[in-house]
């Protein structure tokens, strides 16, 4: 959490290996990102993280499921079954077949989230994954989300919202690029 400007999306898009920071270093399980190369990074990403991103990056012109399948072939598994299923476990398999300008915003996110857990990466980046979507369809998206952690996931979520942070085992408040609190939520944390 943290304000915009805070340094969050950043933070998010340096874990993502979107981005490499300017110094220091960064570890994802075990592995130093900041010294591989751009393909290397790229593959990287494409075998451990999942990314949810505000903005929905669909393909216009592709379907849901097929948005949902162009992460399996970046993997290099196509699997038609899988996809179905990543968007029955978001609630939009009866809008498997419509194109993005068919879905509404909360359609289009749920979409979004069933593409990133299509390859089953066992670490999951969220920028505000429910922030477009009703009370409703918030909560189809966190319980998922809930799930994937007492699974065998990492979840990494950016929001606003102090409820859903709540939900969270560890709560890292970010001010002008810098950590000011981490701690288990609702607790005064520690300044780091």
Same mark, same amino acid.
């Given at each position: ?14 874990? +993502? ?64 079954? +899988?996809?179905?299923? #990543? ?26 989230? #069933? ?15 429910? +922030? ?61």
């Amino acid at each position: 959490m943290g304000p915009s400007g805070s340094g969050k999306t950043t933070l998010l898009n340096m874990m +993502g290996c979107l981005d490499v920071p300017t110094e220091g270093s960064l570890f994802i399980d075990g592995t130093e990102i900041t010294n591989l190369s751009q393909a290397e990074l790229t593959r990287f990403r494409r075998d451990n993280i999942g990314l949810v991103f505000q903005q929905y990056h669909m393909i216009p012109y592709l379907t849901a499921l097929e948005n949902v399948m162009l992460a399996q072939y970046y993997h290099s598994v196509v699997d038609e079954g +899988g996809a179905i299923e #990543a968007l029955e476990r978001v609630g939009l398999g009866h809008r498997m077949d419509q194109m993005p300008s068919q879905l509404s915003g909360g359609e289009q996110q749920r979409v979004c989230v #069933a593409r990133a857990l299509v390859n089953d990466q066992r670490l999951l980046l969220a920028d505000e994954p429910t +922030g477009n979507l009703d009370k409703k369809n918030g909560q189809v998206v966190l319980d998922l989300l809930r799930e994937l952690r007492d699974g065998n996931h990492t979840i990494i979520l950016v929001t606003h919202n102090p409820e859903i942070a709540t939900m969270g085992d560890v709560l890292v408040e970010l001010l002008d690029g810098k950590i000011v609190r981490c701690g288990s939520p609702g607790s005064s944390g520690r300044p780091r």
